[in-house]
C-alpha cells in the first residue's frame, strides 16, 4: 500500500476590518493583531511537518497567514489565483445588523437564486479551480509527501463539498471551517481518500457571524 500524501487547506486569519466591510477579493485587508497572532499559531502548529510544498491566494491575508509557516523553510511560496476568495457582487458593501443592502429593492434581482448563487461565483466553477490547483499539488508531491494551501472560507468549504460528494446548497452558518483552521486532505494513489479537520487557533477566536451572503472571509 502506498503512502498517504497530505494537503492542508488552511483559512487565513482574522482581518481588521472595523467597519464590517464585506471585503471578499478588495484589496488592503490584512490581518489583525488577532489575526497574526492566529498565523503565528499556525507556523508552531506546523513547525515540525516535513512540507515539501507551499501554496497561496494573492490576497493580503492569505500571504501573511501564510508568512510564519514558511518561515525558516528553504521552500518558495506559489502565488496562485485560483485560490483566491470567492467573486462576490456584494463586495465593498457593510451589511450591518439587520443586512441593509438585501432591503434595496435595487439589488433583489441579485438574491433570485441563492443555490448558485445569482449574487457571487457559482459554486461548481469554485470548487473546479480549487480542485484544479490541489490535483497540480498532489500529482508534484513525492509519495508521503505533504504541501500546506492556504486559502478563504468559502473556497475550502465548497472544495469539501465536492470531494465528500454533497449539495453545494448550504448554510453558511455551519460551515465548518473557522477562522485558522486546517482541513487536512488525504490522498492515495493520488485519489482522495479522506480528510481530518483541526482549529489550533480556536481559543483566539472572537465572534466572527458567517453572513449569509458572505464571501468576505
Known amino acids: 500500500m502506498s503512502e498517504v500524501k497530505q494537503v492542508h487547506l488552511v483559512r487565513h486569519g482574522e482581518v481588521n476590518n472595523p467597519t464590517g466591510v464585506l471585503y471578499g477579493r478588495l484589496p488592503g485587508y490584512h490581518l489583525s493583531a488577532t489575526g497574526q497572532a492566529m498565523a503565528e499559531r499556525l507556523g508552531e502548529w506546523f ?3 516535513p512540507v515539501d510544498h507551499l501554496r ?3 490576497l493580503e491575508r492569505a500571504q501573511e497567514t501564510m508568512a510564519p509557516i514558511a ?3 528553504e521552500i518558495c511560496v506559489v502565488t496562485d489565483a485560483r485560490l ?3 467573486d462576490n457582487t456584494f463586495a465593498g458593501k457593510v451589511f450591518g445588523k439587520y443586512n441593509k443592502p438585501l432591503l434595496d429593492p435595487r439589488n433583489w434581482w441579485l438574491l433570485r ?3 448558485t ?4 461565483e457559482p459554486y461548481p466553477q469554485l470548487a473546479a479551480r480549487m480542485l ?3 490535483d497540480e499539488v498532489v500529482a508534484g508531491l513525492p509519495t508521503g509527501g505533504q504541501a500546506v494551501l492556504v486559502s478563504h472560507q468559502l473556497p475550502i468549504w465548497t472544495t469539501r463539498l465536492a470531494l465528500e460528494e454533497r449539495s453545494f446548497v448550504h448554510d453558511p452558518r455551519r460551515r465548518q471551517c473557522i477562522l485558522a483552521s486546517v482541513t487536512t486532505l488525504r490522498y492515495r494513489d ?3 481518500c479522506g480528510l481530518t479537520y483541526a482549529e489550533p487557533a480556536r481559543d483566539l477566536l472572537r465572534e466572527n457571524g458567517n453572513r449569509a451572503f458572505s464571501s468576505g472571509h
Open 47 to 49: 513547525a515540525n511537518t
Open 113 to 115: 437564486n441563492p443555490f
Open 132 to 134: 484544479s490547483a490541489i
Open 71 to 73: 518561515e525558516g523553510r
Open 190 to 192: 493520488d485519489t482522495f
Open 84 to 86: 483566491i476568495e470567492a
Open 56 to 58: 497561496c491566494s494573492p
Open 117 to 120: 448563487p445569482s449574487w457571487g
